[in-house]
Nanobody, 116 residues
Framework: QVQLVESGGGLVQPGGSLRLSCAAS????????MGWYRQAPGKERELVAT???????NYADSVKGRFTISRDNAKNTVYLQMNSLKPEDTAVYYC??????????WGQGTQVTVSS
């Protein structure tokens, strides 16, 4: 079955960095658009960044210049490098693999807390 397993979350001080990883199994990883989304308490889930199979990227305005999405098709893994973290980046971060309406998968999420 399809599994997306996120890791790398944790507690970090404002201005710090974290790198999230999402290891995928059960899918032909290289043909999927991979993305990171986040959900803060009391808010809707929102897009953070996506990277298509051809390498095109898309970022939320709030993270442009601070976050970088990358993927390693040989390792079936997508990453999110987060720099200059702010308290408002605190959320549960989810990995998503999307190919079509019927081939749309989510990870279980990893908590990121930015606080001094």
């Amino acid at each position: 079955q399809v599994q997306l397993v996120e890791s790398g979350g944790g507690l970090v001080q404002p201005g710090g960095s974290l790198r999230l990883s999402c290891a995928a199994s059960g899918i032909m990883f290289s043909i999927y658009t991979m993305g990171w989304y986040r959900q803060a308490p009391g808010k809707e889930r929102e897009l953070v960044a996506t990277k298509t199979k051809t390498g095109s990227t898309n970022y939320a305005d709030s993270v442009k210049g601070r976050f970088t999405i990358s993927r390693d098709n040989a390792k079936n893994t997508v990453y999110l490098q987060m720099n200059s973290l702010k308290p408002e980046d605190t959320a549960v971060y989810y990995c998503r693999a999307w190919l079509s309406v019927s081939a749309n998968y989510w990870g279980q999420g990893t908590q990121v807390t930015v606080s001094s």
